[in-house]
């Protein structure tokens, strides 16, 4: 069994989550001393055995775990907060479950991924959670060069120490303009969900010291169409001469027009220098 344990609220609790943290014969924690925290605030008596399961002990256990539910055990899997197996532990032993014939179920409730989405305000239609971004500059600006054309909203999370790096480097793949969200502290009290384009985003990010578990969310690729070249390079001319910087005018009109930054820039500085 999986049950999804709140993130933050703890009136997001299901009701099966309280029944199955009670009669469950073995519960797999990511953190015990969390557990033991989300128990104490739900005033629920654990009977069954606690055993730890997290990212470091989990291919060791699995195999420990699915013995003792086959021997006739009901297992409960929780994490610190969401469902488990969605970037969290749980995959390894669902899989292994599966493969063993064993039936698997869940008890739905609270996600950061669909809370975010929800409160973002960009389209939530079709879209993708994209989960931790690599934390190398190198890997992410693959990743994000991969993801540049995606066109569903995108959901990742983050921890707040490297966001303005996320932040730039989606400013920089994506462009200025794209629309995003950055969610912190669902469900808590001091919940705060910022919406923008993303230069505003890493302008927020840049002023402040930010605290909290993050979500972000960004507006997918737009529509592809047919674009003069002309009409583009003037599109970037009108955004230098507001004030941006070259490199991110070009970056805009690429991304709203789905075109290559590298191409657009060489034909603005082309109309510039005029004929050879």
Same mark, same amino acid.
């Given at each position: 069994?999986?049950?999804?344990?709140?993130?933050?609220?703890?009136?997001?609790?299901? $009701?099966?989550?309280?029944?199955?943290?009670?009669?469950?014969?073995?519960?797999?924690?990511?953190?015990?001393?969390?557990?033991?925290?989300?128990?104490?605030?739900?005033?629920?008596?654990?009977?069954?055995?606690?055993?730890?399961?997290?990212?470091?002990?989990?291919?060791?256990?699995? +195999?420990?775990?699915?013995?003792?539910?086959?021997?006739?055990? #009901?297992?409960?899997?929780?994490?610190?907060?969401?469902?488990?197996?969605?970037?969290?532990?749980?995959?390894?032993?669902?899989?292994?479950?599966?493969?063993?014939?064993?039936?698997? #179920?869940?008890?739905? +409730?609270?996600?950061?991924?669909?809370?975010?989405?929800?409160?973002?305000?960009?389209? #939530?239609?079709?879209?993708?959670?994209?989960?931790?971004?690599? %934390? @190398? $500059? !190198?890997?992410?600006?693959?990743?994000?060069?991969?993801?540049?054309?995606?066109? %569903?909203?995108?959901?990742?999370?983050?921890?707040?120490?490297?966001?303005?790096?996320?932040?730039?480097?989606?400013?920089?793949?994506?462009?200025?303009?794209?629309?995003?969200?950055?969610?912190?502290?669902? #469900?808590?009290?001091?919940?705060?969900?910022?919406?923008?384009?993303?230069?505003?985003?890493?302008?927020?990010?840049?002023?402040?010291?930010?605290? !909290?578990?993050?979500?972000?969310?960004?507006?997918?690729?737009?529509?592809? %169409?047919?674009?003069?070249?002309?009409?583009?390079?003037?599109?970037?001319?009108?955004?230098?001469?507001?004030?941006? %910087?070259? @490199?991110?005018?070009?970056?805009?009109?690429?991304?709203?027009?789905?075109?290559?930054?590298?191409?657009?820039?060489?034909?603005?500085?082309?109309?510039?220098? !005029?004929?050879?």
């Amino acid at each position: 069994m999986l049950a999804a344990t709140p993130i933050g609220n703890m009136g997001d609790a299901s $009701a099966r989550l309280i029944e199955w943290l009670g009669s469950a014969d073995l519960i797999a924690a990511e953190d015990t001393r969390r557990l033991h925290r989300l128990v104490q605030s739900l005033r629920v008596e654990v009977t069954g055995r606690v055993i730890s399961y997290h990212e470091h002990n989990e291919a060791a256990r699995t +195999g420990e775990l699915l013995e003792q539910v086959l021997a006739g055990k #009901t297992l409960l899997m929780v994490t610190d907060a969401g469902m488990p197996a969605v970037s969290d532990p749980g995959f390894r032993l669902v899989q292994a479950a599966v493969e063993a014939g064993v039936r698997v #179920t869940a008890a739905p +409730g609270p996600s950061a991924v669909l809370t975010a989405l929800a409160l973002s305000g960009l389209p #939530t239609d079709r879209f993708c959670f994209e989960g931790f971004l690599p %934390r @190398k $500059a !190198g890997e992410r600006s693959a990743r994000l060069t991969e993801l540049a054309a995606e066109r %569903r909203t995108m959901v990742f999370f983050e921890a707040p120490h490297r966001l303005e790096a996320m932040l730039r480097a989606l400013h920089e793949a994506f462009g200025p303009q794209r629309r995003a969200a950055v969610a912190r502290e669902l #469900t808590k009290t001091y919940e705060e969900v910022l919406r923008g384009p993303l230069r505003d985003l890493l302008e927020w990010a840049e002023a402040g010291d930010v605290r !909290g578990e993050i979500a972000v969310v960004v507006a997918g690729a737009g529509e592809a %169409r047919a674009v003069d070249p002309a009409e583009a390079v003037a599109a970037v001319n009108a955004l230098v001469a507001s004030g941006l %910087r070259l @490199k991110d005018a070009v970056a805009a009109v690429a991304e709203e027009n789905r075109l290559s930054k590298r191409d657009l820039y060489s034909a603005v500085l082309a109309a510039r220098t !005029g004929p050879s």
